[in-house]
């Protein structure tokens, strides 16, 4: 539904509170849902209307306005261990409310889901740098930078922990390692 998002989009707003972010942004020029997404997603008007945020210490919320409904993802990140996360969602939707639909929305999220797998399991590295001057970044990094910033806040007062592996454990050489298998 929404391919390129990232190229298609304006940040238009970003706030930040002690213990959550958000962020509003524009989508222009997505792609025009197919099947039964074809009705259900045509907006009222051009833009369609997405909120992107997070809750300290694990939660992102996801709202999708694209002007006959709205559909929110809230999604739970636990970390197992400093390499594995367990991810655990729940989504409302205003339009399609009827027992029958929750398996064309369930299909469609997995679906993402394994679209986005490639990319996040050979990212490089495998964990964001400590230092965010150690990173390049772009206007849309603001998001993720004030997630960032609030979790190193939270590390200073005592609160999480640190990994045990440090940044060196993500050399070429295990990147290399992946591309063989």
């Given at each position: 539904m929404l391919k390129n998002f990232w190229y298609a989009?304006?940040?238009?707003?970003?706030?930040?509170?002690?213990?959550?972010?958000h962020a509003k942004v524009n989508v222009r020029d997505y792609t025009k849902a197919k099947d039964l997404f074809a009705f259900v997603f045509r907006p009222l008007k051009a833009n369609v209307k997405v909120t992107l945020g997070f809750y300290m210490p694990n939660i992102t919320?996801?709202?999708?306005?694209?002007?006959?409904?709205?559909?929110?993802?809230?999604?739970?990140?636990?970390?197992v261990d400093d390499r594995t996360t367990i991810t655990k969602r729940?989504?409302?939707?205003?339009?399609?409310?009827?027992?029958?639909?929750?398996?064309?929305?369930?299909r469609a999220a997995y679906k993402v889901v394994m679209e986005d797998?490639?990319?996040?399991?050979?990212?490089?590295?495998?964990?964001?740098?400590?230092?965010?001057?150690?990173?390049?970044?772009v206007p849309c990094d603001n998001l993720s930078l004030a997630y960032?910033?609030?979790?190193?806040?939270?590390?200073?007062?005592?609160w999480?922990?640190?990994?045990e592996w440090q940044q060196s454990d993500n050399s070429n050489g295990?990147?290399?390692?992946?591309?063989?298998?």
């Open positions: 989009c304006e940040f238009s707003e970003l706030n930040v509170g002690d213990w959550e972010g919320r996801l709202v999708v306005d694209f002007g006959r409904g709205k559909l929110v993802n809230f999604t739970v990140h636990v970390p729940i989504q409302f939707r205003s339009f399609l409310t009827f027992p029958w639909a929750d398996g064309i929305f369930q797998k490639g990319v996040v399991e050979s990212e490089y590295p495998m964990a964001v740098p400590d230092k965010l001057s150690d990173e390049v970044h960032r910033k609030l979790r190193q806040k939270c590390l200073a007062m005592g999480g922990m640190k990994p295990n990147l290399q390692h992946f591309r063989q298998l």
